[in-house]
């Protein structure tokens, strides 16, 4: 199993980022995947969640209405759109099989700053 993030960067606050996280390894459309992050000197948060065929999409309250889930499973990809970004949604931002997580990315910074 490999998941590899990408498309972090720095953002002004208002910004926007889309992330990918390409997969390998295994049935990607057979498994529902999450995002999840942690800020420097905080645990891991969960971010959102969508099922393998992506009928069903979840959001931390933190994020609601801001980032959208979503997948293309010919492509093997998981993409999270940020949008107004917050200085708070700074992290590194991980891409993770099922909602308990059994394998994840190496990670992908995201840093919102002025």
């Known amino acids: 199993v490999q998941l590899v993030e990408s498309g972090g960067g720095m953002v002004q606050p208002g910004g926007s980022l889309r992330l990918s996280c390409a997969a390998s390894?295994?049935?990607?459309?057979?498994?529902?995947m999450s995002w999840v992050r942690q800020a420097p000197g905080k645990g891991p948060e969960w971010v959102s969640h969508i099922s393998a065929l992506g009928g069903s999409l979840h959001y931390a309250d933190s994020v609601k209405g801001r980032f959208t889930i979503s997948r293309d499973n010919a492509r093997n990809t998981l993409y999270l759109q940020m949008n107004s970004l917050k200085p708070e949604d700074t992290a590194l931002y991980y891409c993770?099989?099922?909602?308990?997580?059994?394998?994840w990315g190496q990670g992908t910074q995201v840093t919102v700053s002025s």
């Open positions: 993770a099989r099922r909602l308990l997580p059994d394998y």
């Open positions: 390894g295994f049935t990607f459309s057979t498994y529902d």
